[in-house]
């Protein structure tokens, strides 16, 4: 069964930085590491946007939408089948539910490719 799960969300100040982490279990053993995992965000009131994305694959390339270039660092550990969201400078535009989602195969960058889901974790910039 595949499982993701997200953690590291929180209460930061603006300018402030957290840290994301996205846990997969499960993907492994259909193919190894051939896998892309994307950061997405829904905010109150709004459609779910895509943050960044990357593949699990060594040399893969990173995707980031405009809002977070320069602010965030999409990050993999693949001994450890977990990918990292480091945000900084976060503003209060940031504030939403962050969900990490596995597809397999190459990355992509609508939500609409992406298989499997974590619970969301949530971000709260505010001071």
């Known amino acids: 069964q595949v499982q993701l799960v997200e953690s590291g969300g929180g209460l930061v100040q603006p300018g402030g930085s957290l840290r994301l982490s996205c846990a997969v279990s499960?993907?492994?053993?259909?193919?190894?590491?051939?896998?892309?995992i994307g950061w997405f965000r829904q905010a109150p009131g709004k459609e779910r946007e895509g943050v960044s994305c990357m593949s699990m694959n060594e040399g893969s390339t990173t995707y980031y939408t405009d809002s977070v270039k320069g602010r965030f660092i999409i990050s993999r550990d693949n001994a450890k089948n977990t990918v990292y969201l480091q945000m900084n400078s976060l503003k209060p535009e940031d504030t939403a539910v962050y969900y990490c989602?596995?597809?397999?195969?190459?990355?992509?960058?609508?939500?609409?490719?992406?298989?499997?889901w974590g619970q969301g974790t949530q971000v709260t910039v505010s001071s």
């Open positions: 989602a596995a597809r397999l195969g190459l990355t992509r960058r609508a939500s609409s490719d992406y298989n499997y």
């Open positions: 499960g993907l492994r053993s259909l193919r190894s590491d051939d896998y892309a």
